[in-house]
Nanobody
Framework: QVQLVESGGGLVQAGGSLRLSCAASGLTSSRYAMGWFRQAPGKERECVAAISWSGASTYYADSVKGRFTISRDNTKRTVYLQMNSLKPEDTANYYC????????????????????WGQGTQVTVSS
């Protein structure tokens, strides 16, 4: 059974940094595209970053481009989201998601493009 566990969320002042981690277990291989999504109260869940299983392809939402960096360590079955220059509008519950794929460049920015989800970790940015 695949499980994704996020960690690293918390309360930070505007301009600060956080690094989120998503540890995966139960995967049969490292060939999983991964995505980071966030959902703020009253808003839809949106993809902020995604990465192919090889790391060759990445995606960033315009709102986080230049501030967030997604990376992965396949030996640890872990994906990271480094978040710098945080803004109050980054406040949300952050979720990681996984999709099995053989394509080394595939990722999805859609919620329906993933098969597995974590429970989320809260990020709160104070002004």
């Amino acid at each position: 059974q695949v499980q994704l566990v996020e960690s690293g969320g918390g309360l930070v002042q505007a301009g600060g940094s956080l690094r989120l981690s998503c540890a995966a277990s139960g995967l049969t291989s490292s060939r999983y595209a991964m995505g980071w999504f966030r959902q703020a109260p009253g808003k839809e869940r949106e993809c902020v970053a995604a990465i192919s299983w090889s790391g060759a392809s990445t995606y960033y939402a315009d709102s986080v481009k230049g501030r967030f960096t997604i990376s992965r360590d396949n030996t640890k079955r872990t994906v990271y989201l480094q978040m710098n220059s945080l803004k109050p509008e980054d406040t949300a519950n952050y979720y990681c998601a996984a999709k099995s794929t053989y394509s080394s460049t595939y990722y999805s920015t859609s919620r329906t493009g993933y098969d597995y989800w974590g429970q989320g970790t809260q990020v709160t940015v104070s002004s």
